[in-house]
């Protein structure tokens, strides 16, 4: 039986004050091009109710009582990872037989939804202890500071990976289309090693590296992109430099370099991704790639270089003038890893 479409709520009223006129209910159906049962039904429930509004709808009773809701509920709160099975294996020592889509609506309900676990940095106590600190010593810099730091990381960018599109708007049976695939090669089809820089003022230099980087080449690279980068950007007198604590940064050489140069080194919390804007504007990056779909090492390289250097200045003001609000949230979330 095909499920009609429900009435307005004006057409309910309408067919009631018909009524109230003194039309019989034939008249009313066809006035309105309703069937004479549904406008009987409607001035029934009007005559018991005086209402046209829906009333509240029975339905089955729920398998799960309040208590198994609750049962549930604050195991799943204090074990996120327990699986539906363990759940029902619960219910049912409690007396409860019931589907795993049973449990899984239960929770729905609850606000509670299945999802993929977010792979986060591993944080250590002395990692959140770091963390806490830097964001409380940091929380009250005014902006200005901010806008005068260069920050800078290095990124892996894959030629055929998990940086390219995957969702295409297509018609049944079209699947193979060309235009509705991605390819794909063996181990990823290889990718590129890159360097950059930012500041609130908009992109520095993006360089391919092409052997393994260590404290030596990482001197290297700083010496011939960094002072470049910051003069394009027009960086003030004093600014601070930014980069995380790997090893060939940490390195004794490339502190010594860094000493020499006089260059001011922002102290860095280990683990912090989050922390480092540059992370969202890789991401920028790998998605403006991907949408060029490059063939070969070579192109990709050549659109990396393209796309970064188009990447406009308010992405990259943006990333910055919002920074307090990431050490907020670090605060926030008592030292752990946050959306950002």
Known sequence: ??????????????????????????????????????????????????TTTNLPRSGAPRKISAHGVRMITRTVRKNPRITRGDLANDLQKA????????????????????????????????????????????????????????????????????????????????????????PTVKHGGGNIMLWGCFSSKGPGRLIRVHERMNGAMYCEILGANLLPSARAMKMKRGWVFQHDNDPKHTARATKEWLHKKHFKVLEWPSQSHDLNPIENLWRELKVRVARRQPQNITALEEICMEEWANIPATVCANLVKTYRKRLTSVIANKGYTTKY
């Open 1 to 50: 039986m095909v499920k009609t479409k429900e009435l307005s709520e004006d057409t309910r009223n309408r067919i009631v004050d018909l009524h109230q006129a003194g039309k019989t209910e034939s008249a009313i159906g066809k006035q309105l091009g309703v069937k004479k049962s549904t406008v009987g039904a409607i001035i029934r429930k009007w005559k018991t109710y005086k």
């Open 95 to 182: 007396g409860t037989n019931v589907t795993k889509a049973t449990i899984s609506n239960t929770l729905r309900r609850q606000g509670l939804r299945s999802c993929s676990a977010r792979r986060v940095p591993l944080l250590k106590p002395v990692h959140i202890q770091a963390r806490l600190k830097f964001a409380r010593e940091h929380l009250d810099v005014p902006e200005e500071y901010w806008e005068n730091v260069t920050w800078s990381d290095e990124t892996k960018v894959e030629l055929f990976g998990k940086n390219t599109t995957r969702r295409v708007w297509r018609k049944v049976n079209a699947e193979l289309h060309p235009k509705n695939t991605i």
